[in-house]
C-alpha cells in the first residue's frame, strides 16, 4: 500500500521549508514521491517554491481553491485517486496552515482510498518564536495539528535548552482544548541544519496519535482572509516598506505572513515574511503576486499600501 503523510503546521510555520529536507531523504532511500499541495488559495505560491528545490523522482501536485470544504475534499479525493494508480511509495500532503486535519483522515478512509492507501506518518511543525496570545479560533487549529501528530519539529529555535518549556506549552494548549494526550516523547526540537538520517527516519516511521477535542465550528473564510495583489513592479525596497507598514500595528487586522514573488532584471525573488522572519531570496521562477494572510484583514487599508 502506498504511504501517505501529513505535514500540519500554522501559517507561517516551515512546512514548506521542511519539505526539502523530508523529501530528499525519501529519494535518496529510492522511494517515489508524490507532494500534494492542498490550498484554499487560488494561487499557489507554496508550489511554486517546491517546484524550485525538487525535481527528481518527485512529482508535485496542486489542488486549487475551492468554493466550499466539501467541493475541496472532493477534489482531494480525485487527486488521491489519480496519483493511487501511478505506482507511488509514499505521497505527501502539505496542507493550508488553517487546514482541518479531520478532512484528511475522513477523506483516506473513504472508497477506494483506504484499498489503495495507508496513514503514515503525521509530522506537525511548530514555531518557536509564534504568538503565544492566540484567538480561540486559533487556538483551536493549533490544538487539531498537535492532537494526532506522530511527531512534532520546532522550527526556528537554536537549542533544545527550551525543550521542556515548549512541551509544556504543547500540552497546555491541549489540555485547554480538551485533549487528553502529551506530546513530551515526541518533540524535536534542534537547529534544522543538523537534522540527520536518523532524524528523518524517527519522523517518517512515527506514525499518528488518536485522539479527540470538541468540534469548534466557524467559518474559516470569515476568521482568516487571504487578499491577493498581483502584476505589481515593487523592488525589494518598496515591498518591504510595505511588509513593514503592514507588521507595525493591527491596524490592518492581524498579519499572519505575507508571501509571493517580485521580479527584477536580476530575475525572481521569493518574499516569505512573518512577524518574527523576513526573507527575498532568489527564486528559479515566480509570478507577480504577493498574498497577504491574516485574521480580520482590513482589506481597504491594506489595499492603499498597495496601491
Not at 516551515?14 to 494561487?43: M, P
Request: proline fraction near 1%.
Amino acid at each position: 500500500m502506498i504511504k501517505v503523510d501529513l505535514i500540519t503546521g500554522f501559517l507561517g510555520a516551515g512546512k514548506t521549508t521542511f519539505l526539502d529536507g523530508y523529501v530528499r531523504y525519501l529519494v535518496s532511500k529510492g522511494q517515489r514521491v508524490a507532494i500534494i499541495e492542498n490550498d484554499f488559495g487560488a494561487v499557489n505560491v507554496d508550489m511554486m517554491l517546491l517546484s524550485d528545490f525538487i525535481k527528481e523522482n518527485c512529482t508535485i501536485e496542486m489542488i486549487a481553491g475551492a468554493c466550499d470544504a466539501h467541493c475541496h475534499a472532493r477534489r482531494f479525493k480525485t487527486k488521491l485517486i489519480a496519483l493511487g494508480m501511478q505506482g507511488f511509495d509514499r505521497v505527501i500532503i502539505e496542507p493550508s496552515g488553517i487546514y482541518d486535519v479531520d478532512e484528511f483522515f475522513d477523506v483516506i478512509r473513504e472508497e477506494p482510498l483506504e484499498r489503495w492507501y495507508e496513514t503514515g506518518s503525521v509530522i506537525s511543525i511548530v514555531d518557536a518564536t509564534m504568538n503565544r496570545n492566540m484567538s480561540k479560533e486559533t487556538k483551536y487549529i493549533f490544538a487539531t495539528q498537535l492532537l494526532c501528530a506522530g511527531s512534532i519539529l520546532v522550527s526556528k529555535s537554536e537549542s533544545d535548552s527550551d525543550r521542556q518549556e515548549m512541551i509544556t506549552f504543547l500540552n497546555d494548549v491541549l489540555e485547554e482544548s480538551g485533549g487528553k494526550r502529551r506530546v513530551d516523547d515526541v518533540v524535536i526540537m534542534k537547529p534544522w541544519g543538523e537534522l540527520d538520517t536518523d532524524d528523518y527516519e524517527k519522523m517518517a516511521q512515527s506514525g499518528y496519535k488518536s485522539d479527540v477535542i470538541s468540534k469548534m465550528w466557524f467559518d474559516k473564510r470569515e476568521e482568516y482572509t487571504s487578499l491577493y495583489y498581483m502584476n505589481h513592479d515593487f523592488d525589494r525596497d518598496k515591498i518591504k516598506e510595505i511588509i513593514d507598514k503592514l507588521f507595525e500595528s493591527d491596524e490592518y487586522g492581524h498579519i499572519h505572513r505575507v508571501k509571493g514573488f517580485i521580479g527584477d532584471e536580476n530575475g525572481w525573488f521569493s518574499v516569505n515574511v512573518t512577524r518574527d522572519s523576513f526573507s527575498i531570496q532568489p527564486s528559479g521562477e515566480g509570478q507577480k503576486v504577493i498574498i497577504v494572510i491574516g485574521e480580520k484583514l482590513i482589506e481597504e487599508k491594506i489595499g492603499v499600501l498597495f496601491g
